[in-house]
């Protein structure tokens, strides 16, 4: 007498499909609300818009300063690099341009340093 036997799903299987669906709707959902919210900023850039992208980036922040973190001394805070984190944000915000064209993601880059005299 043989029985059936029915070979186990692959690791995770089906449940690691639908996880990975549903991260990217919210994904979308994401890019969605920043199209929305930056284009209400350009409308009307009141502090109130402005305050709505600080609000969606902040979890942004959170992770670079978590990832930056990692490979600073414990004499680092992390507090101090959310801070320095959110200053650059509302750097970005400002000089951010959504009509250039590039993705509803702020990219970190690096601020310009100032010149230096050789007089």
Known sequence: MTRATREPDAPGGPDILKEATRKNAQVKQGEDEARA????????????????LILHYAPLVKYVA?????????SVEFNDLMSYGVFGLLDAIDKYDPDRGSSSRLTPSRGSRAPSSTS
């Open 66 to 74: 978590g990832r930056v973190s990692s490979g600073l001394p414990p």
């Open 37 to 52: 919210i930056w284009s209400e900023y350009k409308d009307d850039p009141t502090p109130e818009t402005r305050e709505k």
